[in-house]
């Protein structure tokens, strides 16, 4: 049974920066796919980041609209995966959820529908 954890969101303001945390339990594949998804108020749910180990490789994938501001990381060991936060914006005011897939990965990693595995959600609140 796979369950994931979510900490650290919170309030910040206009231009700061936060750190999601997520750890996973009975949840484990040395080929990966997890992130983060938000909704905000009245807002459809929105693919945010997502990271993806592959046999080879390790691929990240960004919403445009965090792009060059927020990273995706995770922590092997751990089992932990982390969303850097920095220049936030009202408009990433949100609930945060952390999520996770089961291999094989065929779906597109922005389709929320295909990710069985959602955290409890972490609110951010960006302020002036």
């Known amino acids: 049974h796979a369950e994931l954890v979510e900490s650290g969101g919170g309030s910040v303001q206009i231009g700061g920066s936060l750190r999601l945390s997520c750890v996973a339990s009975?949840?484990?594949?040395?080929?990966?796919?997890w992130g983060w998804f938000r909704q905000g108020r009245g807002i459809e749910r929105e693919a945010v980041a997502i990271?993806?180990?592959?046999?080879?490789?390790?691929?990240?994938y960004y919403a445009d609209s965090v792009k060059g501001r927020f990273t995706v990381s995770q922590d092997n060991a751990k089992n932990m995966v982390f969303l850097q936060m920095n220049s936030v914006k009202p408009e990433d005011t949100a609930t945060y959820y952390c999520v996770a897939d089961d291999p094989p990965y065929y779906s597109a990693w922005y389709n929320g529908d295909k990710y069985p595995y959602w955290g409890q959600g972490t609110q951010v609140t960006v302020s002036s």
């Open positions: 990271i993806y180990n592959s046999q080879d490789s390790t691929n990240t």
């Open positions: 009975g949840w484990n594949y040395k080929r990966k796919r």
